[in-house]
C-alpha cells in the first residue's frame, strides 16, 4: 500500500493550489480517504475526508467553503482543491488511507496508511 502527495508549494493569501495524492497496492475504489495537515509546533488535524463512492464528504470548519476533497476512482487519486488560501492554512498536507467502504470520517484513528506529506505554504 502507498500513498503519495504532490501539488504543495507557495502561494499568495486569496490563491489556489491543487494537491494530489496518488495511491496504489490496494483497490482504491472501496476505500474512503482524507486529508489532514499538521502546522509547526501543533497537532495534526483533520482537513477533509471523503467515503469509498465519493458521494459523500466532510470538511473542517476550517477550510468549509474554501476547500474540495474528491477522488477519481479511474485514476486511483484523490485531489484537494484549495481556493482562497489564508496564511494559517501553512502546513504540511497528508493524504491518507481510510476503512473499506468506509464514510468520510474526521477520526485520525479511522485511517491506517498515511504519506510522507506535501508542503503548503501560504505567504505574501
Do not use: H
Not at 482524507?34 to 488535524?45: I, L
Amino acid at each position: 500500500v502507498q500513498v503519495v502527495e504532490s501539488g504543495g508549494g507557495l502561494a499568495q493569501p486569496g490563491g489556489s493550489l491543487r494537491l494530489s495524492c496518488a495511491a496504489s497496492g490496494f483497490t482504491f475504489g472501496s476505500y474512503a480517504m482524507g486529508w489532514f495537515r499538521q502546522a509547526p509546533g501543533k497537532e495534526r488535524e483533520f482537513v477533509a475526508a471523503i467515503n469509498w463512492s465519493g458521494g459523500s464528504t466532510s470538511y473542517a470548519d476550517s477550510v468549509k467553503g474554501r476547500f474540495t476533497i474528491s477522488k477519481d476512482n479511474a485514476k486511483n487519486t484523490l485531489y484537494l482543491q484549495m481556493n482562497s488560501l489564508k496564511p494559517e492554512d501553512t502546513a504540511l498536507y497528508y493524504c491518507a488511507k481510510g476503512r473499506k467502504w468506509g464514510g468520510s470520517t474526521s477520526t485520525g484513528d479511522d485511517y491506517n496508511y498515511w504519506g510522507q506529506g506535501t508542503q503548503v505554504t501560504v505567504s505574501s
